[in-house]
């Protein structure tokens, strides 16, 4: 899986960015998204998933009602909407095809990942 994540940075505690996945070779218009995140010094962990067709998505409970997960499917692209930023959001992120009954270390292939860095 070739993925590349982009819209990350700096920006100051309440902002917002909105992040970008885009996949080169085969379409993923067929399968589930997900975005996960690596806080400095900790693992890897899911935010967001959305269902291939957008019907469904899921949050972890720490981004409920701020982050806002959506995908294009005619485009190949995934995003992430993020409001109301804390320190707390600091992360690389990563998105990645969403499989539910993967632990976080069955998952393999991941890209470079984008850095969002929220300051107080």
């Known amino acids: 899986v070739q993925v590349a994540e982009s819209g990350g940075g700096s920006v100051q505690a309440g902002g917002s960015l909105t992040l970008s996945c885009a996949k080169s070779?085969?379409?993923?218009?067929?399968?589930?998204l997900a975005w996960f995140r690596q806080p400095p010094g900790k693992e890897r962990e899911l935010v967001a998933a959305?269902?291939?067709?957008?019907?469904?998505?899921d949050y972890a409970a720490s981004v409920e009602g701020r982050f806002t997960i959506s995908r294009d499917n005619e485009k190949n692209m995934l995003y992430l909407q993020m409001n109301s930023l804390t320190p707390e959001h600091t992360a690389v992120y990563y998105c990645?095809?969403?499989?539910?009954?993967?632990?976080?270390?069955?998952?393999?292939?991941w890209g470079q990942g984008t850095q969002v860095t929220v300051s107080s």
């Open positions: 990645h095809v969403y499989y539910p009954s993967y632990t976080l270390h069955q998952y393999e292939s």
């Open positions: 070779g085969d379409t993923f218009s067929k399968e589930s």
């Open positions: 959305i269902s291939w067709n957008g019907g469904r998505t």
